[in-house]
């Protein structure tokens, strides 16, 4: 069962809201520790959880359309520079090819051609590798609508810009920011925002361990393979 998140809100929208939490005005006044702590929030949490397990999203490319910056899934999860793992291209209603990485200068040359992607490949555009946007692009361009499915892992990336979206379930980001927050103004109902804190990221914990599954070790004989005894190599 593939691993999604719910709907989310950007750093503003989390930033006002642990505000008000805090009992402060949404808007009003510079709060930099807040900032700052919201965003070790974000870090945090993420280390509590196996955030790093391979995902699967899907991804739609239409018509004309060879490049997707920022790489951002059906889904809304941005994809993470370094995190694909593989891009599989939808065929019909059953089947599905994998695609292979790396589109060449003369295949990109091909400005006219039109079909359903083979190829796939990930760079930065628009600036230096910290400021651009990880961008996928598709070879050929596709010559209607074609669905992606993409396996990924969620890395922690950025999380203190105006637009940026945590790499964690936000509830959880904000209900442990609520709860350091409390703490630094020295309000008195910070244990309980922590208590409740605790017990939101046990649950999450126990969601996590139930999408496990265990693969038992294949019973299927072995070939011949080469291994060290005290007597030298032999095969075995």
């Known amino acids: 069962m593939p691993l999604a998140l719910p709907s989310t809100k950007t750093f503003a929208d989390m930033l006002a809201e642990l505000r008000s939490r805090c009992k402060l005005n949404a808007t009003i006044g510079s709060t930099p520790a807040l900032e700052s702590i ?5 870090d945090y949490v993420f280390g509590e959880l196996d955030d790093g397990l391979p995902w699967r999203s ?12 920022p790489f951002i ?3 809304g999860i941005r994809v993470a520079r370094g ?17 292979p990485q790396g589109i060449s200068h003369a295949q990109r040359a091909d ?12 760079t930065m555009r628009g600036g230096t ?22 396996d990924h892992n969620r890395i922690l990336s950025r999380f203190s ?23 630094h103004l020295g309000q008195p109902d910070a244990d309980t925002a922590g208590q409740a804190f605790k017990t939101m990221l046990s649950a999450e914990r126990q ?18 393979r080469v291994v060290s005894t005290a007597n030298g190599y032999r095969q075995v």
């Not at 593989?86 to 994998?98: A, N, Y």
């Not at 969601?207 to 011949?224: A, H, L, M």
């Open 38 to 42: 919201l965003t070790e929030a974000n």
């Open 58 to 69: 899907t991804l739609s490319v239409y018509a004309n359309q060879a490049e997707y910056a």
């Open 73 to 75: 899934t059906d889904e």
């Open 83 to 99: 995190s694909v793992q593989s891009v599989w291209i939808e065929q019909g209603d059953s089947s599905r090819v994998l695609l």
């Open 111 to 122: 400005t006219a051609l039109r079909s359903i992607p083979e190829r796939y490949d990930t």
């Open 129 to 150: 590798s910290d400021q651009g946007e990880f961008t996928l692009e598709v070879w050929p361009t596709p010559d209607q609508t074609y669905t992606l499915h993409i």
């Open 161 to 183: 810009a105006t637009t940026d979206k945590p790499c964690a379930p936000y509830r959880l980001v904000l209900g442990y920011a609520v709860a350091m927050g409390k703490a």
């Open 207 to 224: 969601r996590q361990r139930e999408n496990r599954r265990f693969i038992p070790p294949t019973s299927e004989r072995r070939g011949p």
